[in-house]
């Protein structure tokens, strides 16, 4: 399976691993912001900042 996981912290503080290749939106768990988008097969972070590639 391509694709690894990338660890994400919201601007709210939640710290939440989200699939590089997600098919789909992805919201924070805990306000709900979204945080990666899918583009071509790639999840775009579109919130938060990238903590690290957990490969
Ligand atoms: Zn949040």
Known sequence: MAG???RVKCECGNE???FSAA???VNCKVCGKG???PAGGK???TGGK???ELG
């Open 43 to 45: 999840a775009i972070i």
């Open 4 to 6: 690894k996981f990338i």
């Open 16 to 18: 939440q691993n989200i």
């Open 35 to 37: 945080l990666a988008s």
């Open 23 to 25: 098919s789909s939106q």
């Open 50 to 52: 990238i903590v690290k």
